[in-house]
């Protein structure tokens, strides 16, 4: 197997390209990601478990044809790669599932029968025009809500979007622009990424205290 690399916006990401299908059947047109940003996210897919194992790496996505593995800015390539290069081969090669059973996760971008006319909309133009150039540099986004009083469309990057200096361009003038120019009522685009990352790392380190104080008091 000879894995490619590609780079993208954000220095701290690669994009590795194995040449097999890695997330689903590549005759579909299926746009779906996953992505797992903490060792214990990474529990429910085997090669994230290994990629987490790296010293370094911070988030795993894994696309169609390719998986985007973002790092730490301490640690240099040249010494991460060879393990995740690695790691993919050995995979691909085993014949295992990328994916455990329960973590078969819908995709964000689907049309619920819920959906206002406006969200529908949002959702297509997200998932036709903005999501294939993003998924080429080795991101995604999750459509996360629209609040109709003010216009605002909350959305979720990913992948190699996270951290990246010039996600804000790509928000501000790729996104929103589009979004705005086809659907009159939408005023603005806000990720909000960072802030659930954020929320959810608060979450479990208070989990974690609070297991560690329970394990203390039964001493």
């Known amino acids: 197997m000879f894995i490619q690399t590609a780079t993208t916006p954000n220095e701290d990401a690669l994009q590795f390209i194995p040449g097999v299908p890695v997330l689903g059947n590549p005759d579909t047109s299926s746009m779906r990601t996953v992505e797992y940003t903490s060792p214990r996210e990474g529990l429910k897919s085997a ?35 060879p393990d995740i290069y690695a790691a993919i081969m050995d995979h691909f090669s085993s014949g295992r599932p990328l994916l455990h059973e329960e973590d078969q996760s819908s995709d964000s971008m689907n049309v619920g029968e819920h959906d206002s006319e406006i969200v529908s909309e949002i959702k297509e133009l997200l998932e036709s025009r903005v999501r294939p150039a993003i998924q080429e540099d080795g991101g995604d986004l999750d459509f996360v809500s629209f609040n109709e009083g003010t216009g605002v469309v909350k959305i979720k990057l990913r992948g190699a979007c996270r951290g990246c200096a010039s996600s804000s361009v790509t928000l501000k003038h790729g996104v929103e622009g589009m979004l705005s120019y086809y659907i009159p009522e939408v005023t603005g685009v806000e990720d909000v990424g960072d802030e659930l990352e954020t929320q959810a790392k608060k979450e479990f380190n208070k989990l974690e205290a609070e297991l560690k104080s329970d394990g203390k008091s039964t001493e």
């Open 47 to 81: 090669l994230a478990t290994r990629l987490f194992a790296i010293e370094g790496v911070r988030s795993v996505m894994y696309g169609s044809d390719f998986v985007t593995v973002r790092k730490e800015s301490d640690y240099p390539w040249q010494l991460m790669k």
